[in-house]
Nanobody
Framework: VQLQASGGGSVQPGGSLRLSCAAS????????IGWFRQAPGKERKEVSCISKSRDDRIYYSESVKGRFTISRDSAKNTVYLQMNNLKPEDTGVYYCATDLEGAYTPAISTTECDAAFNYWGKGTLVTVSS
């Protein structure tokens, strides 16, 4: 089981990036996928989550609502995070994770992302600076 996050880079404020989370060794549309950000010197926090495909529930943190979009391409076994109108406070290492065979049924809605994320990919760095 592997998750590979990619697509990070350096952009100016107002710019856009699209992160990809490519899954291998399992079928990601049967699991919840989450994107997390760890800013320098801070704890890792959830940014956006998507439930397994048939449920189609999505969560965004307040700080990214209206700017970020999470989506899934089941044919490519990949989940994306489109990030628009990036701000300096979006800077950090972004990780994706899944709750494959998680300890409990995930609760994902517009107000929460609660899943037993137990497989994590290596992060991809996003730097937003002028």
């Amino acid at each position: 089981v592997q998750l590979q996050a990619s697509g990070g880079g350096s952009v100016q404020p107002g710019g856009s990036l699209r992160l990809s989370c490519a899954a291998s060794g399992f079928t990601s549309h049967y699991t919840a996928i989450g994107w997390f950000r760890q800013a320098p010197g801070k704890e890792r926090k959830e940014v956006s989550c998507i439930s397994k495909s048939r449920d189609d529930r999505i969560y965004y943190s307040e700080s990214v609502k209206g700017r970020f979009t999470i989506s899934r391409d089941s044919a490519k076994n990949t989940v994306y995070l489109q990030m628009n109108n990036l701000k300096p406070e979006d800077t950090g290492v972004y990780y994706c994770a899944t709750d494959l065979e998680g300890a409990y049924t995930p609760a994902i809605s517009t107000t929460e992302c609660d899943a037993a994320f137990n497989y994590w990919g290596k992060g991809t760095l996003v730097t937003v600076s002028s």
